[in-house]
């Protein structure tokens, strides 16, 4: 997105750029210069919410690998990693039909993600969607939408 925000730029399009997920990289003001300031992109995560799972999440990460994630993915990958764990140990037997059943079961994981339900969801759990907004200090947090605030 950095190469198409400066080359808007440069054509003069000088307009808010909108977009996704995968906007969040600590690379994104370098690669898109004066051309990606102002914009703005939904995420599923933000390491400027206060909550304590997000406190939690980067104290880890950052004594493991000595500075934040890049990019969501690391929180995402946390996330998936933390559901498995947790649907583990509220399985009735170390199998895969006990582990699905114990996974599909779950309710309000509290993951950095924000809280995730999939019990009686068939695979697609609410998300919220977190507008950040591109400044010359880097990626603010500016809301998050719960689902039923957008439905």
């Not at 925000?5 to 690379?27: C, F, H, M, P």
């Not at 939904?42 to 990019?71: M, Q, V």
């Amino acid at each position: 997105v950095g190469l198409i925000a400066r080359q808007a730029r440069e054509v003069g399009l000088n307009v808010k750029l909108l977009g996704g997920d995968g906007w969040d990289s600590t690379e994104l003001t370098t690669s898109g210069g004066q051309g990606i300031l102002g914009g703005f992109f939904c995420n599923h995560y933000n390491s400027k919410e206060d909550r304590p799972e997000i406190k939690s999440f980067l104290d880890r990460w950052k004594a493991k690998f000595g500075a934040e994630p890049g990019t969501t993915m690391g929180a995402l990958g946390y996330d998936a990693a933390m559901l498995a764990m947790d649907a583990m140990k509220r399985a009735t037997t170390m199998d895969t039909v006990a582990f699905r059943k114990a996974l599909e079961a779950t309710e309000n994981f509290p993951g950095v993600s924000g809280s995730i339900t999939l019990k009686g969801m068939g695979g697609n759990p609410s998300k919220r969607a977190l507008v950040v907004e591109v400044t010359p200090e880097g990626q603010v947090f500016r809301k998050a939408y719960e689902f039923n605030e957008i439905q």
